[in-house]
């Protein structure tokens, strides 16, 4: 692909821009008789977004020419998903990857209530998403067009309204660039989200005048590193102040790109950091001020960091939900919280905080330490040599050669074979959990991963990417993993990817598996075959709940995997683990899978969860 070797290596579209825009925008229209459908995927070139994420039909066609006429010039091209939700995972991990828009489509109808629940999961876990439906001509609205989706059909727009930070339909090709180019602008800026299109067949196959696109997305996507000073000044007066400050780190892209400046601020003040769940894999498990999880499936060492009064807690870029937050723990919404976010939404949830600063937080915190007296940078010396292994609830379990194998062991044979580069995806259900809790790659010597990226790439920097773990905090849809970690290896074939999917999750998902085939991926898929829900199993009995509905069949993914022509192996005990040839899957350009029979007895890390419910 032409534009590859720049996009790969900056992250947001933005700077994307800055580097290809200049004025070196495609013209769409200077192709015989251009469409509208084209001028979509000039777009989407424009900030660097090399794939669409969709299943075809009949409505959503000429978007599709459009894509095959790209893909012959080497511009954005379609990526074949099985299923429409698939397909908005893909676009989730493409995103979380690469910083920049996922973009995912799908045809009218079921195509779009498909496309929904992908849609929904991006909505509420902050993710960048451009997602785009047909709908039959617009002539034909009212009289019951096939798949019709309009307010006189199935109305998906109706629904898509409620997940959405942008929804529309596009009812003349005029308004098509301003409409698109609102839903990249709102899709990108914080609080992030999914943006969706509705664009009539018809409307796709229109003409485009001559001179398209108009919008140089250079400026207008840029992100505003604005500071506000007043609040930065308050709150180094209260760090003055403070003799011991805790930080809390939330996940998502905003603490991705700032990491480092976070970073340094504990150093700088000599603070002990915890993360919150889906920031585990911004940090390095082993950096000596590190206190572990606070939050869902966390340790108690940072529960116990919180406990031990400290003057000031600093809470970074964290939604402050029933996960993020130890189900609104006093521990952290009391009035020793300062908060600091460019999220209003997040603001909202801590009224007792002593000081909110809002603001772009690497540019907060760049000031920050700047005002406090620029740190010394960061070394290697402070990562410190200690193993995390204290943190863990049942470190025996966590050792343990006994088979079926723990789950806890499983993970750390995860953490231990993998190289350093890897991302690790954790589906919904205790695979979330058991990752959170348990899952601490071997030391890197190094906690920021994008440094770490950077020697590997011969200097060149990496943007986006957060963190080498991802899950879900809010809407947590059973096999989510499984098509983000399709698009995440699609957005980056350099390095591994491993999806960690409980066997549910697999039987309703995994079909996508054939995509990383298909697109010859390194992603090495892990399912727990426990033959049951394992989540709600274990949510039912710590409940007193009935014990129902939980059971699966017993069923050999190895075969499934093998009868699509990938490589697959059933791991029963630690010892099976020594079998394997990791390297070989690691160098695998295309997929393996890993069926382990776990056992399904191990109790996983959710107390909070029956907390929040009310069993237990
Ligand atoms: C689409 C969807 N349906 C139902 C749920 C509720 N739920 C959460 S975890 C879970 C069980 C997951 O089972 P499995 O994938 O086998 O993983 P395990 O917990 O056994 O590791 C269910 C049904 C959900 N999160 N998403």
């Given at each position: ?24 925008r495609r013209d769409a229209s200077a192709?015989?008789?251009p469409?509208?459908?084209?001028l979509?995927?000039a ?134 660039e ?30 485009i005048k001559h001179g398209f696109p108009s919008y ?401």
């Open positions: 692909m032409n534009n590859s070797g720049l996009s790969e290596y900056v992250g947001q579209g933005s700077e994307l821009a800055d580097e290809r825009a200049g004025d070196g192709q015989a008789n469409e509208v459908a084209d979509i995927v777009y989407l070139e424009q900030l660097g977004i090399e794939y669409v994420f969709g299943v075809p039909g009949g409505a959503i066609e000429p978007l599709y020419n459009a894509l095959a006429r790209s893909q012959r010039r080497g511009g954005p091209r379609p990526v074949l998903a099985r299923h429409e939700s698939g397909a908005a995972f893909m676009a989730d991990g493409y995103a979380r990857e690469t910083g920049k828009i996922g973009v995912c489509c799908a045809t009218s109808g079921p195509g779009a209530t498909n496309l929904l629940t992908g849609v929904a999961c991006a909505y509420d876990n902050g993710v960048s998403l451009l997602a785009i439906t047909g709908q039959p001509a617009l002539p034909s609205f009212g009289r019951k067009a096939l798949q019709e989706s309009a307010c006189t059909g199935v109305n998906t727009l109706g629904m898509f309204q409620h997940c959405t930070r942008y929804n529309t339909l596009i009812s003349h090709s005029d308004q098509l301003n409409k698109l180019v609102n839903a990249l602008m709102t899709a990108s800026k914080s609080p992030r989200g999914p943006a969706h299109l509705s664009v009539p067949v018809d409307i796709l196959r229109a003409p140089n997305l250079k400026s207008l996507l840029h992100r505003a590193s604005l500071v506000d000073e007043m609040q930065i000044q308050a709150l180094c007066t209260e760090i003055g102040r403070a003799r011991r400050i805790v930080i809390i780190i939330g996940g998502g892209h905003n603490c991705g790109e700032a990491i480092e400046a976070i970073l340094k601020l504990a150093e700088l003040t000599d603070s002990h950091f915890v993360t919150s769940p889906d920031a585990k894999g911004l940090v390095n498990a082993r950096h000596r001020l590190y206190r572990g999880v606070f939050g869902f499936a966390g340790h108690l060492s940072a529960d116990a960091l919180l406990q031990d009064d400290p003057d000031l807690i600093l809470a970074i870029g964290t939604s402050l939900g029933e996960w993020t937050s130890g189900a609104w723990s006093t521990t952290v919404l009391n009035q020793r919280l300062v908060h600091i976010d460019s999220s209003e939404e997040h603001l909202l949830r801590s009224p007792m905080a002593r000081l909110h600063v809002r603001g772009r937080i690497r540019s907060v915190c760049e000031r920050l330490n700047e005002l406090l007296g620029e740190a010394t940078p960061s070394t290697i010396a402070n990562i410190g040599l200690k193993s995390p292994d204290y943190m863990l609830l049942e470190t025996a379990k966590f050792v343990s050669s006994a088979t079926p194998i723990k789950p806890q062991r499983l993970m750390r044979e995860l953490s231990r074979r993998f190289p350093t580069s890897t991302r690790f995806y954790a589906d919904a259900g205790n695979s979330t959990a058991w990752a959170i809790h348990y899952l601490q790659p071997r030391d890197r010597r190094d906690f920021r991963q994008h440094d770490y990226d950077a020697q590997l790439n011969g200097g060149m920097r990496r943007k986006g990417g957060a963190g080498w773990l991802r899950v879900l905090m809010d809407f947590a849809p059973m096999g989510w993993a499984i098509g983000a970690a399709v698009g995440g290896a699609r957005g980056n074939p350099e390095y591994p990817v491993v999806c960690i999917t409980g066997d549910g999750s697999y039987l309703m998902n995994g079909q996508e598996i054939s995509v990383a085939a298909a697109e010859k991926l390194t992603v090495v898929f892990v399912v727990l075959n426990d033959s049951s829900l394992g989540m709600v199993k274990h949510g039912q009995r710590l409940a007193g709940a009935e014990p129902i509905a939980f059971e699966l069949p017993a069923v050999d993914f190895r075969l499934q995997a093998e009868a699509m022509g990938i490589p697959a192996f059933v791991i029963r005990s630690p010892e099976d683990m020594d079998a394997l040839d990791f390297d070989a899957i690691v160098a695998r350009k295309g997929p393996t899978l890993l069926d382990v029979r776990i056992d399904g007895e191990e109790v996983p890390p959710m107390g909070l969860r029956m907390k929040t419910l009310g069993g237990a």
